[in-house]
């Protein structure tokens, strides 16, 4: 008994972790953890948004809660989150989901403005950002009538025939177009996993990109 006692102590206090890894039983940095999603996954608008998308294609949906998810989860060590009891090995799934979903993100917005820059005749990289922002949008399904409705963003002497040259163009490309449908693809599904880390008897988020 005097043993069991002498170990039970271990556990809560110097061997935490190995409670938690083996025992699946929150220590301070799991239960932090958990606090934190739940909080951001349930009260969103009450969870401050300090970062900005690196990319159009994560800054384009409505709901920003895969990026904001991510953003949270690098803050702790990888380790640390695929331990967490009982939604460790998703969160970590996630985690390298989301992480290859930047990378993919960010590889074709490079192929895309590169590709840009020598179809259009703005000659510098500001125009071809703006060129870029309406192909993602169309890419991600919005009518040309539905972004001119979201208010006129184009300067340069850009126009919305021009653009949407740009992007029939672009989207007679099956390679291009099937990358970046994979990519919207890909967000829904992070959004559908959003559900997995809320606890039972809460509504989840909502999955709508």
Partial sequence: MFDLERLRSLLDTSLK???RRYLGIDDEVAARLRSEITRLLRFPVAVADRSQAPTF????PINQLPRRLFDLLITYDERDVGEVPGIGPALQDYLK???GFRQEALA??????????????????EGWRIYLKYVIMRFAGASQEAIIGCGDFLNYDITWEDAERVFKQLNDDAQLSSAMQGLFQTYERLC?????FVPQGHDGPRSTV
């Fill in 17 to 19: 972790e190995v409670r």
């Fill in 57 to 60: 294609v994560e800054g384009l």
């Fill in 97 to 99: 989901t989301y992480y």
């Fill in 108 to 125: 074709r917005e490079n192929q895309l403005f590169l590709r840009i820059g020598k179809m259009v005749a703005v000659r510098f990289a």
């Fill in 192 to 196: 559908h996993a959003l559900g997995s």
